[in-house]
């Protein structure tokens, strides 16, 4: 018997059992319950209304279990339910209102919440908190407003896993350094000397990042306005949220953010410098500071984008203009390299107002292979006439230096992330 079905089972027959001790009481003593018994009473007569539900529709689900099985197998015959991504449903709000008539009293099951029934059942319940998952075709369209043009995670260096955690694996030497892998004269005649690869290990476990969304009854049947909050609003959500993390995450129960790591490299304002001002000087030290600027963004605080408009070095400006072929440049080119804005960056004057960062080459991060899940419920709800919508993604991400590196000359470390002091 299936282990929950068992549970609910015992769990009726406490409560069952609990009752009855207040009412025999109550009979030896002749008299009435108390209060206390009588509001006990009530909370076991509906607990044992939600227990005699689910399971009836956890036997429900084994009968049709049992009925599949027991169908004679055809050869060649197979489940045609992957062949559409939509499950037969038209949108997200057909496919919301087929569940809310699950749970409503006297509603019947759509056939298409069957698709692909037990033992494989795409829809399968899997407890009371769990709901019914969404169709592929629906998770996909808020997955792809999540991955849009501002989506930072496709730029770092990432990889998929089926595991709940990974290795990672540093090497901050350097080509001019004395460890690590290194390249050497030989002498006639002379003997090959070793170098090894030093890596450090350490553990990346995936967090969960989720979006949980309810509806209303009136936005279920405005197939429109719920296709736009769940699926643009949604995914927006979650891409800022991701954005976030990989600019200024802390690294607790969520990715390690370059701003708050001790990879970053903060330049000094100019001497006498004005307040709240940026000045081509920082600029240029920001650029020389970065390893490989030819990967780098520039990412700034919108109210930044008037100072640098009108910058130059000597006569020549150093901020070129937005045009068509600059998709991932709203805000233009400074010293060649695309400006592009984030709600993360702090107002013009705080340190981290703007940053040169090369996320490709300095941030690892790491994805569930199974993708966003997305599940439905509308009986968690049921009685505020709401229903329940949860997308579920997994991820961990962190800068691939632990520190600054120094370079073979000079005394100016260099890093994948720049900002700038505060100007106050």
């Not at 019914?132 to 808020?142: K, L, T």
């Not at 640098?308 to 020549?316: E, I, K």
Request: charged share 25%.
């Amino acid at each position: 018997m299936n282990k929950e079905l068992m549970a609910l089972q015992q769990e009726r027959a406490d409560l069952v059992a609990e009752g009855k001790k207040f009412f025999d009481l109550a009979a030896k003593e002749s008299r009435d319950l108390t209060d206390e018994e009588k509001t006990r009473d009530d909370e076991i007569n509906a607990r044992l209304a939600a227990i005699n539900g689910d399971i009836q529709r956890l036997e429900a689900k084994r009968e049709r279990e049992r009925t599949v099985q027991a169908l004679p197998k055809i050869e060649g015959m197979r489940d045609r339910s992957e062949d559409d991504p939509k499950r037969g449903f038209a949108d997200i709000a057909e496919f919301a209102l087929a569940v809310k008539g699950v749970y409503t009293p006297g509603g019947t099951v759509d056939e298409r919440l069957l698709m692909g029934a037990a033992p494989t059942d795409f829809h399968q319940e899997t407890g009371s908190s769990e709901g019914r998952m969404v169709p592929p075709a629906f998770r996909q369209d808020v997955w792809d407003v999540a991955m849009e043009e501002d989506a930072l995670l496709p730029e770092t260096d990432s990889e998929p896993t089926d595991k709940n955690s990974v290795e990672f694996l540093k090497d901050e030497t350097t080509p001019w350094g004395s460890t690590g892998i290194q390249a050497k004269w030989r002498t006639e005649g002379g003997k090959m000397e070793p170098s090894r690869l030093v890596t450090e290990g350490e553990q990346m476990r995936l967090h969960d990042l989720y979006a949980f969304v309810t509806a209303t009854d009136e936005i279920l049947d405005d197939a429109p306005r719920l296709a736009n909050r769940l699926t643009k609003k949604s995914g927006e959500a979650i891409r800022w949220k991701i954005n976030n993390a990989i600019d200024s995450g802390t690294g607790v129960g969520q990715p390690l953010g370059y701003m708050k790591s001790d990879a970053l490299v903060s330049v000094a304002k100019e001497t006498s410098q004005t307040a709240d001002t940026i000045v081509a000087a920082n600029v240029a030290k920001m650029y020389a500071r970065v390893i490989n600027p030819f990967n780098t963004n520039w990412f700034i605080n919108q109210d930044v984008l008037p100072q640098l408009m009108v910058m130059t070095l000597g006569n020549q400006p150093i901020w070129t203009p937005p045009n068509t072929g600059f998709v991932n440049a709203p805000g233009g080119l400074l010293l060649g390299r695309p400006v592009r804005f984030s709600e993360s960056c702090e107002t013009v004057g705080d340190k981290g107002d703007i940053r040169l960062a090369n996320l490709k080459n300095g941030y690892y991060s790491i994805t569930s292979a199974a993708g966003v899940k997305f599940a439905s419920s509308m009986h968690l709800f049921f009685d505020y006439g709401l229903q329940a919508f949860r997308w579920t993604f997994r991820l961990n991400g962190q800068p691939f230096l632990s520190k600054p590196v120094s370079p073979k000359n000079g005394s100016n470390t260099r890093s994948h992330f720049v900002t700038l002091d505060a100007r106050a």
